[in-house]
């Protein structure tokens, strides 16, 4: 039985930082494509950032303020957040997915269930 655990949320002010973490059972991170996303109410859940084997991919909106990875060793995800904007306020999700990493939350069958991020100004 597959379960992601997502910790780490929490009330940040605008520029500050948060670290997100996933962890795992009954999958192992490092032969999957897994992954961040988010949901902001009224709002679609949204692909943040990805990671497979050494690869990382991050939407736009993110690159260069959010960086994803993995420790292997804790079969967990990590999702280091900087520079945080009030428009990163969402409820963040990880994802895992066998093969290839997608940016379609529907490619992805296992999920964690979320934890809030909100980032006042």
């Known amino acids: 039985q597959v379960q992601l655990v997502e910790s780490g949320g929490g009330l940040v002010q605008a520029g500050g930082s948060l670290r997100l973490s996933c962890a795992a059972s009954?999958?192992?991170?490092?032969?999957?494509?897994s992954g961040w996303f988010r949901q902001a109410p009224g709002k679609e859940r949204e692909f943040v950032a990805a990671?497979?084997?050494?690869?990382?991919y991050y939407a736009d909106s993110v690159k260069g303020r959010f960086t994803i990875s993995r420790d292997n060793a804790k079969n967990t995800l990590y999702l280091q957040m900087n520079s945080l904007k009030p428009e990163d306020t969402a409820v963040y999700y990880c994802a895992a997915r066998l093969f290839f990493y997608t940016t379609q939350s529907k490619d992805y069958p296992n999920w964690g269930q979320g934890t809030q991020v909100t980032v006042s100004s």
């Open positions: 990671i497979k084997y050494g690869n990382t």
């Open positions: 009954g999958l192992t991170f490092s032969t999957y494509a």
